[in-house]
């Protein structure tokens, strides 16, 4: 690979960019909403999630009253950039501010381009959801710590590509999840699932309940919280069974959460291990694996 396109795997420290990825995290559920807003309804929220970009994360092409626009978070430039078809693009540079400020000046902008859209004004899967137009608290914004993580999504998005293309059942696009700020890929068995009881803070719970209407194997990754300061890989299915959890999983330092209920797998071990991409797959392959056996799935038709 050209030295020009070729990104090496970065080392996250949490400590470090917590701040940072609280405050990307707020940018990112406005901008969500706002995608929300404007897409036609796609099963599972798929008409509402959030992109990997070759400068950060992307909306893709939002289709609005008869034409297009696009928002995208920059972070080789560290500005989000409001793209559209018939006008000139716009630009709001990424600093330290407060939510509210970055809220009102990206409405104006898109005011300014003839796009008038109301969201809901409270963030989704957060406690407080503190409306965005009143959250005033300074939200700092280190540069560099936003650049690292969208590198590790940016590396991380490639092998979620290349596992998503063994799979010729139907399965979700490799997409960014403001609610959580989790980079996902999910595969779907074709059958109906229980009920799901929902029970994740401001969301609804028919939503939750059509998101996982039918039988799931998912995985993606999460940069972490507060409360669990490490990034980390993932893996769950839905429904999960007591089998699952007991399946052996590659690469030996991943392990299963009886409190999540989900396999994990440091983003660390990944970075630092010889072949991160291999370490990674290993990771995506045999945790879909103990999903679809422990579960019955029909892999001969589902898989390439």
Not at 111 to 137: C, Y
Not at 231 to 237: H, I, N, Q, R, T
Request: hydrophobic share 40%; charged share 15%.
């Amino acid at each position: 690979m050209s030295k020009h396109l070729s990104t090496e795997w970065p080392i996250l420290d949490f400590a470090t960019m917590q701040e940072t990825v609280e405050t990307m995290h707020q940018w990112l559920q406005i901008i969500g909403k706002i995608r929300l807003k404007a897409m036609p309804w796609l099963n599972h929220s798929w008409h509402c999630t959030l992109y990997i970009s070759p400068a950060g994360y992307t909306t893709n092409a939002i289709c609005f009253k008869g034409g297009t626009f696009e928002l995208e978070l920059d972070f080789i430039q560290h500005q989000l950039h409001i793209k559209c078809a018939n006008a000139p693009t716009q630009h709001i540079p990424l600093a330290t501010s407060t939510v509210a400020d970055f809220y009102h000046k990206l409405f104006k902008k898109l005011a300014n381009i003839g796009v008038n859209i109301k969201i809901h004004g409270r963030p989704n899967e957060m406690d407080p959801a503190i409306p965005f137009a009143s959250n005033t608290a300074i939200s700092p914004y280190n540069p560099h710590a936003a650049s690292l993580l969208w590198k590790a999504m940016l590396k991380s998005n490639a092998v979620f590509n290349k596992f998503r293309s063994g799979f010729i059942g139907k399965s979700s696009p490799v997409h960014l999840f403001w609610g959580a700020f989790d980079l996902a890929v999910t595969r779907f068995s074709g059958r109906t699932a229980p009920l799901h009881q929902g029970g994740v803070p401001n969301i609804p719970l028919e939503v939750m309940q059509e998101a996982y209407s039918h039988e799931v194997s998912s995985a993606g990754f999460w940069p972490g919280s507060k409360d669990s300061p490490i990034p980390v890989y993932y893996a769950y299915a839905y429904p999960g069974n007591e089998a699952y959890a007991k399946q052996k999983v590659l690469p030996e330092q991943a392990f299963y959460s009886s409190e999540m209920g989900e396999f994990f797998l440091k983003y660390e071990d990944v970075q630092s291990s010889s072949n991160p991409e291999k370490t990674l797959m290993d990771f995506l392959q045999t945790t879909y694996k103990a999903a679809a056996n422990t579960s019955n799935w029909d892999r001969k038709a589902l898989e390439r």
